[in-house]
């Protein structure tokens, strides 16, 4: 993990800023700094997205594939997630550097997506036990200041909510074997319902408060965060502790309920902005990256 | 708590000022096709012609033509104001992270120890550095002399430099300074301000019995009032929205953006279109101040 120096002081300056619910940037302890999101961004693949929170940037691409339905599910189709952390974030993720962190967040991110509650993998079955479409989820990590579970895992929403998949017709030739036809109209595609997609909210521990949406110097202060997955009803998904310190029960039930909060209220605007993105249409400026 | 979630825009640069500069040049630019003149550092020679290879600020010395480029790292002068992090300690020496291309060194022998002002340094100093500077430590301090490597050595031997305390760090460009008599200011809204000539600024309260500041190697741990915490942050942002929109930083400039920005909450200043309105109102103040 990209990690910075804080001398004792700033750390302590950080602290009880928390204390008093006011932290280094004007924020308090719930608030989220302003998230830019970006979809259809990469032409080659069939959803992707862009999100910016503060100085964090993750770019998202779903490539959608067919292959062959896991045996113990032969009737819904599958994710796969990879993570690629780019040396340009940090150069502590030059050469294999990056790695770890890499498996750990696509890890999570197999907890959290990759099951019937989360996305709707019914409707990605082609044929049962024979095909189904499996989406390959890749993450680039562009600039890392804090917060990266947040920032992918709604990047990751947008882009689910960009994909397009293109419609197949199965047809049976005179042997009794099956032929998959793609649609040749690009127009002709599928989407995915994104509605029960959770969020991750990440709350970390910092003195005797949590916050969300930490930056690396706020990081720095804490000794254990928690990672809830939460969708648009509230209902939570996953949840994981990282980090070395302990957190005592009270304290893991006050943050769930604080993430409950702030991950609920995550899903309405963001929903809100894909629609009007999908609204715009053709007419959307597009900004990528030279913005 | 409520996330504000938006869709990346097209940033037009804020300007007030419309005269094209001639000295400003990009990778490629000629600067002159008189074979008269000599080259010097950012540029090359393209067919007879003198051209720029960075971006930057052409400069003249007799018959020597440079071009400064606007994006680089620090490269101090003697008698410049830095703040800079504490990376190692070593023999005799500490290593000073200051956004330069090399670490910095500060010597023992050029701080001031506490107890006498010049006394030999003997080992048993040698052995106790790590109690004055640790690993991460902030410091203020003034470059005394440029090593033929290009690495800096500073020294500390004023009251006014020395190991920083409770406040925030902000890291900017080296060019957006700039370059004044004095670059440690009491600003009249409550906090202070060292705008190190490396980019690195620092922000703190402005402290209430002067000679128990400054110098020393004591910090002081108690909390930093709400008040002072609320300027600061306020002044962060600031800073951070003068940067994004390439504003000379000094005394005046940050002064002014912070008064523009009052209208507003602290945690709002980062919006991009907050930090536009903010950013050409003072401008406008700089104008009628200059005209």
């Given at each position: 993990m990209a990690t910075v120096k804080v001398s004792e002081a700033e750390k302590v300056y950080i602290l009880h800023g928390i204390r008093d619910d006011l932290r280094v940037d004007g924020r308090g302890c719930e608030d989220y700094r302003h998230v830019e999101i970006e979809t259809d961004v990469v032409s080659n693949t069939d959803g992707s997205a862009k999100v910016t929170l503060g100085y964090t940037a993750v770019l998202v691409g779903i490539k959608a594939d067919i292959g062959k339905p896991k045996p113990m599910v032969p009737n819904e189709g599958y994710l796969e997630f990879f993570v690629d952390c780019s040396a340009n974030a940090t150069p502590e993720f030059e050469g294999r550097g990056g790695e770890e962190l890499g498996t750990e967040l696509s890890n999570t991110l197999y907890k959290v997506f990759n099951n019937k509650h989360s996305v709707d993998l019914k409707s990605l079955c082609i044929s049962a036990g024979e095909h189904c479409w499996v989406l390959y989820v890749d993450v680039l990590l562009l600039?890392?200041?804090?917060?990266l579970y947040d920032a992918i895992s709604i990047a990751i929403k947008a882009a689910l909510f960009n994909t397009k998949i293109p419609r197949v017709h199965i047809s049976a030739d005179e042997e009794g074997g099956k032929e998959i036809e793609l649609s040749d109209d690009p127009y002709d595609c599928m989407r995915l319902d994104v509605e029960n997609v959770p969020c991750i909210v990440t709350l970390c521990k910092v003195g005797h408060r949590h916050v969300v949406d930490v930056t690396l110097q706020e990081k720095a202060c804490s000794v254990a965060s928690l990672i809830i997955s939460v969708t648009h009803k509230g209902t939570i998904t996953c949840t994981r502790k990282v980090g070395g310190g302990s957190l005592d029960p009270e304290s893991i039930f006050e943050m769930t309920e604080a993430g409950k909060r702030v991950g609920k209220a995550l899903h309405a605007p963001l929903m809100a902005l894909l629609q009007q993105e999908e609204s715009l249409g053709k007419k959307r400026q597009k900004v990528g990256f030279l913005g | 708590m409520a996330a504000d979630m938006r869709l990346p825009t097209i940033r037009k640069p804020v300007s007030l000022c419309s005269g094209e500069r001639k000295d400003l040049v990009v990778p490629g630019d000629v600067i002159t096709s008189d074979t008269g003149f000599m080259r010097g550092h950012g540029t090359y020679v393209d067919e007879d012609k003198l051209t720029a290879s960075v971006a930057g600020e052409v400069q003249r010395v007799d018959k020597l033509i440079c071009v400064r480029p606007l994006k680089t790292r620090f490269n101090g002068e003697v008698g410049d104001v830095v703040v800079g992090r504490i990376t190692e300690v070593q023999q005799k020496r500490w290593k000073v992270e200051t956004n330069s291309r090399l670490d910095s060194v500060l010597l023992l022998s050029s701080v001031n120890l506490p107890g006498g002002e010049l006394r030999r340094r003997s080992a048993e100093d040698e052995l106790t550095m790590r109690q004055y500077l640790l690993e991460g430590d902030l410091i203020s301090a003034e470059v005394q002399s440029v090593f033929s490597d290009g690495a800096l050595s500073l020294h500390t031997r004023s009251l006014k430099y020395g190991k920083l305390g409770q406040g925030v760090l902000v890291q900017l460009s080296p060019s957006l300074i700039k370059r004044q008599k004095t670059h440690f200011h009491n600003l009249p809204c409550g906090a202070s301000i060292i705008l190190g000539n490396n980019g690195f600024v620092w922000l703190y309260?402005?402290?209430?019995?002067?000679?128990?500041?400054?110098?020393?190697?004591y910090t002081s741990l108690e909390p930093v009032s709400l008040s002072d915490r609320e300027v600061i942050s306020r002044l962060r942002n600031c800073l951070l929205a003068l940067a994004a929109h390439k504003v000379l930083l000094y005394d005046t400039s940050v002064l002014y953006c912070y008064e523009s920005s009052l209208q507003h909450q602290v945690k709002d200043i980062l919006k991009p279109e907050v930090m536009e309105e903010i950013v050409m109102l003072t401008q406008q103040k700089l104008l009628e101040q200059e005209g």
């Amino acid at each position: 993990m990209a990690t910075v120096k804080v001398s004792e002081a700033e750390k302590v300056y950080i602290l009880h800023g928390i204390r008093d619910d006011l932290r280094v940037d004007g924020r308090g302890c719930e608030d989220y700094r302003h998230v830019e999101i970006e979809t259809d961004v990469v032409s080659n693949t069939d959803g992707s997205a862009k999100v910016t929170l503060g100085y964090t940037a993750v770019l998202v691409g779903i490539k959608a594939d067919i292959g062959k339905p896991k045996p113990m599910v032969p009737n819904e189709g599958y994710l796969e997630f990879f993570v690629d952390c780019s040396a340009n974030a940090t150069p502590e993720f030059e050469g294999r550097g990056g790695e770890e962190l890499g498996t750990e967040l696509s890890n999570t991110l197999y907890k959290v997506f990759n099951n019937k509650h989360s996305v709707d993998l019914k409707s990605l079955c082609i044929s049962a036990g024979e095909h189904c479409w499996v989406l390959y989820v890749d993450v680039l990590l562009l600039q890392c200041d804090g917060n990266l579970y947040d920032a992918i895992s709604i990047a990751i929403k947008a882009a689910l909510f960009n994909t397009k998949i293109p419609r197949v017709h199965i047809s049976a030739d005179e042997e009794g074997g099956k032929e998959i036809e793609l649609s040749d109209d690009p127009y002709d595609c599928m989407r995915l319902d994104v509605e029960n997609v959770p969020c991750i909210v990440t709350l970390c521990k910092v003195g005797h408060r949590h916050v969300v949406d930490v930056t690396l110097q706020e990081k720095a202060c804490s000794v254990a965060s928690l990672i809830i997955s939460v969708t648009h009803k509230g209902t939570i998904t996953c949840t994981r502790k990282v980090g070395g310190g302990s957190l005592d029960p009270e304290s893991i039930f006050e943050m769930t309920e604080a993430g409950k909060r702030v991950g609920k209220a995550l899903h309405a605007p963001l929903m809100a902005l894909l629609q009007q993105e999908e609204s715009l249409g053709k007419k959307r400026q597009k900004v990528g990256f030279l913005g | 708590m409520a996330a504000d979630m938006r869709l990346p825009t097209i940033r037009k640069p804020v300007s007030l000022c419309s005269g094209e500069r001639k000295d400003l040049v990009v990778p490629g630019d000629v600067i002159t096709s008189d074979t008269g003149f000599m080259r010097g550092h950012g540029t090359y020679v393209d067919e007879d012609k003198l051209t720029a290879s960075v971006a930057g600020e052409v400069q003249r010395v007799d018959k020597l033509i440079c071009v400064r480029p606007l994006k680089t790292r620090f490269n101090g002068e003697v008698g410049d104001v830095v703040v800079g992090r504490i990376t190692e300690v070593q023999q005799k020496r500490w290593k000073v992270e200051t956004n330069s291309r090399l670490d910095s060194v500060l010597l023992l022998s050029s701080v001031n120890l506490p107890g006498g002002e010049l006394r030999r340094r003997s080992a048993e100093d040698e052995l106790t550095m790590r109690q004055y500077l640790l690993e991460g430590d902030l410091i203020s301090a003034e470059v005394q002399s440029v090593f033929s490597d290009g690495a800096l050595s500073l020294h500390t031997r004023s009251l006014k430099y020395g190991k920083l305390g409770q406040g925030v760090l902000v890291q900017l460009s080296p060019s957006l300074i700039k370059r004044q008599k004095t670059h440690f200011h009491n600003l009249p809204c409550g906090a202070s301000i060292i705008l190190g000539n490396n980019g690195f600024v620092w922000l703190y309260a402005t402290p209430s019995n002067e000679e128990e500041e400054a110098g020393g190697f004591y910090t002081s741990l108690e909390p930093v009032s709400l008040s002072d915490r609320e300027v600061i942050s306020r002044l962060r942002n600031c800073l951070l929205a003068l940067a994004a929109h390439k504003v000379l930083l000094y005394d005046t400039s940050v002064l002014y953006c912070y008064e523009s920005s009052l209208q507003h909450q602290v945690k709002d200043i980062l919006k991009p279109e907050v930090m536009e309105e903010i950013v050409m109102l003072t401008q406008q103040k700089l104008l009628e101040q200059e005209g």
